[in-house]
Nanobody, 115 residues
């Protein structure tokens, strides 16, 4: 059974910060690049950031310099630190692994940036 559980979303004012967490089953986490996606209302789900097992990172241009992805291998957890949040960051945020993006999505965590 796939286990990917996102948390940490909420309502924040523009310019604020949030930290999202995603706990994955051990076998799923330890051998995979971890991905954060987001889906805004009426739009396609898009890749936001990724981190390999070796710690190499990727960021979409829209979040570069504001978001930081990291992983804690001891806790099977991937984080997304989000700073200087903008209304355009409003979306449901999901974590996943490359082999499951066409098969499975968790419930995600809602981030709303609004004054």
């Amino acid at each position: 059974q796939v286990q990917l559980v996102e948390s940490g979303g909420g309502l924040v004012q523009p310019g604020g910060s949030l930290r999202l967490s995603c706990v994955a089953a051990g076998s799923l986490f330890s051998s995979n690049t971890m991905l954060w996606y987001r889906q805004a209302p009426g739009k396609q789900r898009k890749l936001v950031a990724s981190v390999t097992t070796g710690g190499a990172t990727y960021y979409a241009n829209s979040v570069k310099g504001r978001f930081t992805i990291s992983r804690d291998n001891a806790r099977n957890t991937v984080y997304l630190e989000m700073n200087i949040l903008k209304p355009d960051d409003t979306a449901v945020y999901y974590c996943n692994v490359p082999t499951l993006v066409n098969k499975y999505w968790g419930q995600g965590t809602q981030v709303t940036v609004s004054s």
